[in-house]
C-alpha cells in the first residue's frame, strides 16, 4: 500500500470533531496532516515525519488554502478524508511526501512515528493524534 489517496473536495469533518483556525503558511490542501510552526507566526504548513518539528502533527487541515489565507482544522474526532481506508488500520503521517497519510506499515524505516488515527469504517478516521517523537525502527 503506498500514501492514501484524499479527495479534497470530499473531506468532512465528523462525529466528536474539534476544529481550529489559523493561517496557511504555504499551499494546503483538504485532508493534508498539518503543524503549527512556531517559528514562523503560528502559520499552518504541511506535516512530513521525516524530521521532528514537522512530524509533530497538530490535525487535519479541512479546506484547502494558499499562503496567507485563513484555514481551518480538526485534531481529534471522526473525519471523513474522501478515500478508501482499511478497516483497523493505524494510519500516520508519511515521511516521504509532506502533506501524505500512510498505513504504519507503509511508514518508511526512521520516520518519525505521528500515529494519526486509526480507521473504523472504510471511510472514517478516528483521529485521535500520538507525537511520539521516535523514529521507525
Known amino acids: 500500500m503506498a500514501a492514501i489517496s484524499q479527495t479534497p473536495g470530499s473531506v468532512l469533518k465528523g462525529a466528536s470533531a474539534s476544529t481550529n483556525a489559523g493561517t496557511a503558511g504555504g499551499t494546503l490542501t483538504a485532508g493534508m496532516p498539518i503543524y503549527i510552526d512556531t517559528a514562523d507566526s503560528n502559520k499552518i504548513k504541511a506535516c512530513k515525519a521525516d524530521a521532528a518539528g514537522t512530524a509533530n502533527c497538530d490535525g487535519i487541515v479541512l479546506n484547502g488554502a494558499s499562503t496567507g ?3 481551518d482544522y480538526q485534531s481529534v474526532g471522526d473525519i ?5 481506508l482499511v478497516v483497523g488500520q493505524v494510519h500516520c503521517v508519511s515521511a516521504a511526501a509532506a502533506g501524505a497519510i500512510v498505513p504504519y506499515s507503509d511508514l518508511t524505516t526512521a520516520g518519525y512515528v505521528t500515529v494519526l488515527g486509526v480507521a473504523t469504517t472504510a471511510g472514517n478516521l478516528k483521529l485521535s493524534i500520538i507525537n511520539s517523537a521516535t523514529a521507525k525502527p
Open 69 to 71: 489565507q485563513p484555514c
Open 80 to 84: 471523513n478524508l474522501g478515500a478508501t
